[in-house]
């Protein structure tokens, strides 16, 4: 095989993997961002701020699922 075909299918394969990763990341962020809740709310609850930390997850999580 010749250079140039190996780094057409190098670059056909290079667009797939960055379109997967692209489409991974976007659940990822999403994942983070549920993660961030959860610290937070950990945070308030075990400093006495927030006595109703899961009830507040769950209506988080939610209103995200909704959208």
Known sequence: ?????????????????LKVIEEYQQEIDGFTSDLNHVRRLLTELDGGV????????TKIIQAESDD
């Open 50 to 57: 927030n006595d109703n930390a899961w009830k507040e997850y």
């Open 1 to 17: 095989m010749d250079k140039q075909t190996q780094r057409e299918n190098l670059l056909r394969e290079e667009g797939k993997l």
